[in-house]
């Protein structure tokens, strides 16, 4: 019980430290940008979008845009994908996977494919 | 500020784990055996931000637990790929081939790189697979380039022999290399000192013979009778030599026949199974020692004993066909469901995990009766799905490394959960 206690009691105050941290680190930020320039930084998030549903493989992207409901909108070449990522889409197919996904995809902000079109 | 700064990221690793699981649910196929998810932060990007992987051929993991690459590298690159490495360049930046051979260590840092020509062996035209002995040295296949697509039998390597690329031929230029084709197999020590050549290139005196080879995919060891076991995939054989000079012990064709029989016609699912090797691209020994092969355009894994003897076969998924593709670095040839093969890591390596490339998932096979129990990865560009995955290795922890080749070019770590 009593160390059930300081574990929980432990992570209460990793939590705290984390959130005393972090307001440190955008006050420092803030108080950069005052003096000059500052770039933002970025970093990668490898869990968006989501894996396309039906199978669905993606060509050359060319095309993209946010709306003003934050949703992602792209538009992609499905004509460069080659045999094998179209395998099947061919006639006859010649493997399990892809089909060539239609050319206007519409994400929320979570990943998910919420419309598709075009063609 | 190094301090908030590692605060800060503790909590995009927190956010991240949580997406990660959530992501994971579109990438996981119909699974009854080990379930996996990507591991997106594997491997760090590199150090020289201008180095690029081409075509992967081959992954392994080490007795250290270190894991290991090789892939094409400029002559897989397309052109806006490698601009430092034309001639005159054509960006100062980005990109250019990272070296061949790669080890990285489990948190996916880069602890070692070397590979290319150098004195008294000939670095493949196209490499194939990378394995590990038990005494640390790293063997690579010159898989060579393959084939035309007429012909039945295909190698590790993904490019097809006679196709002109769209740029201009010549190393590094996006075209084949020159000289004669890849049948030989090297041996280095792990920091990359030269020393065995088995076969030569352009010297491929047919399936009987006992000192040469013909585009070879793969090898595996028996660390106890000191063996190597090279899939020999232009023979259409298994050869076996001794691991220190390289001298001939004993060779097998497809069912453990002792001849070798006619080249088979192109594979149709309903025909009756080939009785020789379409393609041997990968071979693996388990810990109770038997020899797993992969016939890949033929969709099937075959099963011997040490000395050859044919113990079983499994089909992997019988309707997979192929295409050949034409890129901007040649043409690739993407057939068949058996690309690589590798054991799970319990004591007993209950299941056997198989990249099929044409079809872009891994197949988790149970391994005494090669029936499947389920499948990971789907088509795409994501993390967690893949394009022509053609080569597969599973570390101490079950941790599974999974390649790709033609342009998927990247190396996937994937975690059990």
Not at chain 2, 145 to 164: F, K
Not at chain 2, 205 to 225: E, H, I, K, Y
């Amino acid at each position: 019980m009593k160390r059930n206690l300081l574990i929980g009691g432990s992570f209460l105050a990793l939590l705290v430290a984390l959130a005393i941290a972090q307001s440190a680190v955008q006050r420092v930020a803030a108080a950069q940008a005052q003096n000059g320039v500052m770039a933002p930084r970025f970093e990668v998030d490898p869990t968006f979008p989501k894996p396309l549903p039906n199978g669905w493989y993606q060509g050359q992207t060319i095309g993209l845009w946010v709306d003003a409901q934050d949703h992602v909108w792209i538009v992609h070449r499905p004509d460069v994908l080659d045999a094998a990522e179209g395998a099947s889409s061919q006639t006859p197919p010649t493997g399990e996977c892809c089909n060539i996904a239609p050319p206007i995809l519409e994400f929320d902000q979570a990943g998910n494919l919420l419309r598709h079109w075009g063609g | 500020m190094p301090l908030p700064r590692r605060v800060v990221c503790c909590w995009v690793l927190v956010l991240s784990g949580v997406l990660a699981v959530q992501y994971d649910a579109a990438t996981q196929g119909s699974n009854a055996g080990p379930r996996y998810q990507v591991d997106p932060w594997w491997p760090r990007p590199f150090t020289n931000q201008s180095w690029v992987l081409g075509s992967v051929t081959g992954v392994t993991v080490d007795a250290q637990n270190h894991i290991w690459v090789i892939h094409r590298g400029g002559d897989s690159l397309e052109t806006n790929e490698k601009g430092m490495m034309l001639t005159p360049p054509s960006a100062t930046l980005c990109c250019q081939a990272a070296p061949s051979v790669l080890e990285f260590d489990q948190k996916g840092v880069l602890v070692s790189n070397w590979g290319g020509p150098g004195q008294g062996y000939a670095w493949p035209q196209s490499p194939g697979s990378l394995a590990v002995d038990a005494k640390g040295n790293v063997w690579i296949t010159a898989a060579g380039l393959e084939a035309p697509p007429t012909t039945p039998a295909r190698g590790r390597g993904d490019a097809v022999v006679g196709e002109a690329p769209a740029a201009a031929p010549g190393r590094g230029r996006g075209g084949p290399p020159p000289g004669p084709p890849d049948a030989h197999v090297l041996k280095f020590s792990r920091d990359g000192k030269f020393l065995l050549q088995i076969g030569a290139p352009g010297k491929m005196d047919g399936p009987d013979s006992q000192t040469t080879l013909n585009r070879p995919s793969a090898v595996a060891f028996d660390a106890a009778a000191n063996e190597v076991f090279v899939a020999d995939t232009g023979n259409r054989r298994i050869v076996v030599f001794d691991a220190d000079k390289g001298l001939y012990k004993r060779h097998w064709f497809a069912y453990g026949e002792k001849a070798a029989g006619a080249a088979p016609t192109a594979y149709a699912p309903n025909d009756p199974p080939a009785k020789s090797f379409r393609d041997v691209t990968c071979i693996d020994i388990a810990r109770d020692g038997l020899v797993y092969v992969c016939d890949r355009s033929s969709n099937r894994i075959q099963v011997f004993r040490k000395d050859g003897t044919f113990v079983k076969e499994g089909i992997v998924s019988k309707n997979t066909l192929g295409a050949t593709v034409t890129g901007q670095f040649g043409v690739v040839s993407s057939h068949g469901s058996a690309w690589d093969l590798a054991f799970s890591s319990d004591a007993q390596q209950r299941y056997v995990l198989v990249a099929n490339g044409h079809d872009k998932k891994v197949h988790i096979l149970q391994r005494d009766t090669l029936a499947p129990v389920g499948t990971f990865g789907s088509g795409g560009r994501y993390p967690g799905q893949f394009l022509a995955v053609g080569s597969i290795a599973v570390d101490a922890q079950g941790n599974v490394y999974a390649g790709e080749q033609h342009h998927g070019k990247r190396v996937q770590k994937f975690v059990t959960r």
